[in-house]
């Protein structure tokens, strides 16, 4: 399955590196995914962390405060054909594995939260 990883970020220069941080282990046994920031407006260095830790993920700069809804909309819009969208909040971090017994459960389901 293929998964679509989107962070919504607002001023999160402070919690985002460790979020980007958990990203590999988390997404262990995952072959095909893509990371997409959609940032809602930072007035911090968010978007420069992003841009240098996460080179090869795709950002999304919203110009201003748009609303949750409007940033997850972003990031789904980038890949429309993925299997499944995991949105996080840059506070989250992914434990081993997490992602690959998500998109298992859902496989096996065909439910979503």
Not at 88 to 105: I, Q, T, Y
């Amino acid at each position: 399955m293929s998964v679509t990883i989107g962070v919504i970020t607002y001023n999160s220069e402070h919690t985002l590196p460790d979020l980007l941080d958990s990203l590999p282990a988390g997404l262990t046994g995952v072959d095909d995914w893509r990371l997409v920031i959609a940032d809602s407006g930072s007035a911090d260095r968010t978007t420069e962390i992003a841009e240098r830790l996460t080179p090869d993920a795709t950002l999304v700069e919203l110009g201003g405060n748009r609303g949750f809804a409007a940033g997850v909309n972003a990031v789904a819009a980038v890949d429309p054909l993925a299997d499944a969208v995991l949105i996080l909040s840059p506070n989250a971090r992914l434990r081993p594995g997490s992602v690959k017994c998500m998109l298992e459960s859902l496989r096996e389901t065909n439910a979503g939260i």
